[in-house]
């Protein structure tokens, strides 16, 4: 029997060419259409990359399942579906927003200065 990829996955790629199929592992490569139909599999794919590479931290599956949910939608919203786009929408989820605020603060506090600024 043929398989006819309908359980794909996005894997880490430098060249949007990220698709495969679940059930027989081919790679599908460059698929806008998947983009577009599955942009929450993407989103998904991409955030656990970052992840595992330590640029962002998701503490939990909740989380992770907002942040998919929220940049997906984003996505949608501005006809984007670009690895690079869902990067810095992720980047820009107000989740992870908290993160640079705590950080903004632990800076300011160490150097003495006060936080009126800015997160405060």
């Not at 996955?9 to 259409?33: A, F, M, Q, T």
């Not at 786009?85 to 993160?99: C, K, P, Q, T, Y």
Request: glycine share 8%; net charge negative; charged share 25%.
């Amino acid at each position: 029997m043929m398989c006819k990829h309908e359980n794909v996955h996005y894997y880490s790629c430098i060249n949007e060419d990220g698709w495969k199929c679940v059930d027989c592992s081919e790679k599908l490569g460059y698929r806008p259409d998947l983009d577009v139909e599955q942009i929450f599999m993407k989103v998904f794919g991409v955030l656990h990359d970052m992840t595992d590479a330590a640029i962002v931290h998701v503490s939990n599956g909740t989380m992770g399942d907002i942040i998919t949910s929220n940049v997906g939608c984003r996505c949608q919203q501005e006809d984007l579906y670009d690895q690079y786009s869902i990067a810095r929408f992720i980047l820009e989820d107000s989740n992870l927003v908290g993160h640079a605020c705590y950080w903004y603060k632990e800076r300011k506090g160490i150097q003495g200065v006060k936080t009126l600024e800015k997160f405060a």
